[in-house]
């Protein structure tokens, strides 16, 4: 028997956001490194999660604008876009 490893995906929701945003870690993801960036690059959130399917965001905190949000897990990582309302 071989073990199934599912592809790492990352779901990002409600986008746009208004008050929160979360996101939902698929797939074969141990420890995830979450940063959010302005639109310049500059580095607003950073965070590590052990074994997380689920993350908050820090979206109340943030001014309305376009984000971007980098979920790293091992050598794959995904890039989003969040609008902030």
């Known amino acids: 028997t071989s073990k199934i ?10 986008n746009p956001a208004k008050g929160y945003a979360s996101l939902q870690i ?6 995830i490194e979450v ?12 965070k590590t999660f052990a074994n997380s399917i689920q993350v908050s965001l820090p979206v109340e905190k943030i001014a ?6 980098t979920v790293k897990s091992g050598l794959d ?7 902030k309302q």
Do not use: E, R
């Not at 490893?5 to 409600?14: I, M």
């Not at 698929?26 to 420890?31: P, S, T, V």
């Not at 940063?35 to 950073?46: F, L, N, P, R």
């Not at 309305?64 to 949000?69: E, H």
């Open 5 to 14: 490893t599912t592809k790492f995906d990352v779901l990002l929701y409600p």
């Open 26 to 31: 698929n797939g074969d993801a141990k420890d």
């Open 35 to 46: 940063t959010m960036a302005d639109i310049s690059g500059k580095v607003i959130w950073q």
């Open 64 to 69: 309305a604008g376009i984000y971007i949000v």
């Open 77 to 83: 990582n995904k890039t989003l876009k969040l609008v």
